[in-house]
């Protein structure tokens, strides 16, 4: 049964504040995603890994940016919080074979930036 | 672009009722759809896509490439279907764009 764990389940920060947060996965998955969920607006894909080290730019990069120093773990990071980055941020992964399409969440951050 | 729509936010039906939850996609080439469901404090998960061509939990969803839908169906909804629901599709990079997605709520 795959795991994705993230950190926090509740978060509220200030602004200006650098924001770190935590994804883990057991699965020895290659990829991993972070997404922010926004009512309306549904998932938007802000970064992605397809590999240790390696990441690549979503939709919505802007304001954040992303670390795998290893396969299981993928973090977010906002340099400096804003209130518009107040969400609900989802990671994901995959395997890198034909069942790629198929991404494994975690339970979600709820960030509150005031 | 590649691009997924749901126009409906909020889908209110009946215990019993069929249900049918719109998705309109933009894509050239041969797509690959999917539906997402997110029950009340569960994590997202996969519903079914549209290669499977499989009945889960009651629902379908066919790929109509004139119309470029592919909306997810239920003859008889029940209450344990309220939940938010996101098609989604797959690019050439193989990453999924997702829609807006779709609250159900089935009342009794």
């Known amino acids: 049964d795959v795991k994705v764990t993230q950190s926090s389940r509740y978060l509220v920060k200030r602004t200006g504040e650098k924001v770190f947060l935590e994804c883990v996965q057991d699965?020895?998955?290659?990829?991993m995603f972070w997404y922010r969920q926004d009512p309306g607006l549904g998932l938007r894909l802000i970064y992605f890994s397809y590999d240790v080290k390696m990441k690549e730019k979503g939709d919505i990069p802007e304001g954040y940016s992303v670390s795998r120093e290893k396969k299981e773990r993928f973090s977010l990071i906002l340099e400096s919080a804003s209130t518009n980055q107040t969400s609900m941020y989802l990671c994901a992964s995959s395997e890198i074979s034909l069942r790629a399409y198929e991404q494994y969440f975690g339970p979600g951050t709820r960030l509150t930036v005031t | 672009a590649q691009r997924v729509t749901q126009p409906e936010k909020l889908l209110s039906v009946f215990k019993g009722a069929p249900v049918e939850l719109k998705c309109n996609y933009s894509y050239s080439g041969s797509p690959e759809l999917f539906w997402y469901v997110q029950y009340s404090r569960q994590r997202l998960q996969l519903l079914l896509r549209h290669i499977s061509r499989e009945s889960i939990k009651g629902f379908t969803a066919d790929l109509n490439k004139g119309e470029t839908s592919f909306h997810l169906k239920k003859p008889f909804a029940q209450e344990e279907d309220s939940a938010m629901y996101y098609c989604a599709i797959r690019d050439r990079t193989g990453k999924l764009i997702f829609g807006q997605g779709t609250t159900l709520q089935v009342k009794p």
């Open positions: 699965m020895d998955h290659e990829n």
